[in-house]
């Protein structure tokens, strides 16, 4: 058995030795890690912004205050 046989995840390529297509599908994947990210970050900070904005909402009802209305049109 070779060594790539023997532990193929350990295996390291230098991005210098890489063709073009290599570097392409390396640097592929990297933006779509990076993007990826950028939208998992999004998706949790809109996700904590509705949830603070419902519990505010809920704590703050307060039976003895009606809702707003227009008392007069200028």
Known sequence: MS????CPE?????FE???MLGRL???GGLAARLTTGVI???TR????ICT???KAFREGRDPNIED????EEE
């Open 10 to 14: 350990e295996r390291l390529v230098e």
């Open 68 to 71: 707003a209305r227009i008392l």
């Open 45 to 48: 900070r809109a996700a904590d």
């Open 17 to 19: 030795q890489l063709n």
């Open 25 to 27: 599908v390396c640097l």
């Open 3 to 6: 060594e790539a046989e023997e």
């Open 52 to 54: 603070d904005a419902g």
């Open 40 to 42: 998992g970050a999004a």
